[in-house]
């Protein structure tokens, strides 16, 4: 089957990938001058949260494509993308916790991007709260398009307006989880592990999108058989 | 504070978190490919 | 019948449904002071502590009552089987949800000028002088919240667990709004000048237009058959 090839080729490409940025991110590219060795997580949290935007942009345009044209592929799509993209947040959320340890003092700190970050992830926790609830799928799946849509929409207005509520309460000079300039070996390290990362959601989507038309074909049957 | 610690506890919970997720996909198609072999043996004998 | 006039009608229907007995209305009253008189036995009788916190807590107070009012005007709908009568008339889809949002934001708005005075009473603050600043701020905010609120109601209705999920699925979504509607509630209660308020005020005026226009724009799916 040329979809378990594709998967298998995907697959490897990422897993190559992958360890291509481990090696470049903790060999080639130096220890930050103020936070040490710890700043290497930033090749984790960061490639996690960019990879995890463009999960939810995904969702958004597939969700506008299923209500526009009601095609299973483009939910099976949706449905795909949300279910990686809380993993990969939450995961970034994680990260960039046990980064703030050393670096902050703290395990979590109210900080524009973080809190910004968790209350994404909330929203898409919901999505997919919603269509386990949903028991009929094309109700299911309009209801969550629905979802998709509103909650992308809502990224920048959210993002503006914790921005602007932190500033409030801190002044200019916020300690943030990055380095004040990005040394060149650093920006390779970066590119190379979002690289690998986007791999990654691109293996995972393939491989959960086949396990979301299964579902969809499931389902058809069932309604042949129920006559 | 030793910093290799913190680096090592941040990407094996990613490790490990996509890999179990990896699991569940698996299992998940795995399950779902049986649902839907059963079902169409059941229609292929109902049709006979 | 042009939209307005459909959404109105809509929109008086559903009111004078709810005058009939007022249930739901007493409900998110009662509820919403329930909170606020909470609140003294959870800061421990501190005033002082309640008062410098006092535009959070009305607020929140008024979040959690929006829930109440937001699952029944639906909910309603869903065991009289209205819905489908109005699908069946030929209305656009865009003016049931236009009147149903103008009939949740009227019920809201009146739950919060009672609201107002009784946490003004309860706290010993002074809003009189300000109730028109704060009326200002109010108005965008629960705006913002009935339009996000009315969609997901419609979303949840008939689920097993909508209690649940509407909060969960609203309360994300419309956190800019609290920040907002909070902050513009500080600058008007402390007496800070208004200019502080401005900026929050074109933050809910540009979530509203977002979320109205993007309702409008899909309800129709939504009750679609």
Redesign the interface.
Known sequence: MSGRRVERALGLLAAVGLAIGLCIGFLYAPPDAEQGEVQRIMYLHVPLILVSYLAFFVVFVTSILYLARRRERHDAIAHSSAEIGVLFTALAIAAGSIWGRPTWGTWWTWDARLTSTAILLLIFVGYLMLRALVDDPSRGATVCAVLGIIGFLDIPIIHMSVVWWRTLHQPASILRPGPPTVAPQMQVALYANLAAFALLYAYLLFKRVRLEQARWELSRLRMEVAG | MNPWSFLLGAYLLAAVGLLLYLVSVSRRTRAMAEQVAALKRRMKETAR | MTLARRALAIARKDLLAEWRDRESFTAMVFFAFLILFLYSFAFGGDQALIRAASSGLLWLALIFTSVLGLARSVQWELENECLDGLLLYPVQREAIYLGKLLGNLAVLLLVELVIFPLFAVLYNVDLWLQLPKLLLIALPGTVGLAA?GT?LSC??AG???REA?LP??LF??T??LI??VV?GTEVVMRGEPFDLAV??LK?MG??DV??VT??LL?FE??V?E
Do not use: C
């Open positions: 996000v969609l979303m949840t689920l097993r667990a999920m969960f699925l994300p979504l956190i800019p920040l907002a902050r900026p929050w933050l540009a979530f977002v979320f993007a309702s899909m799916y939504l679609e």
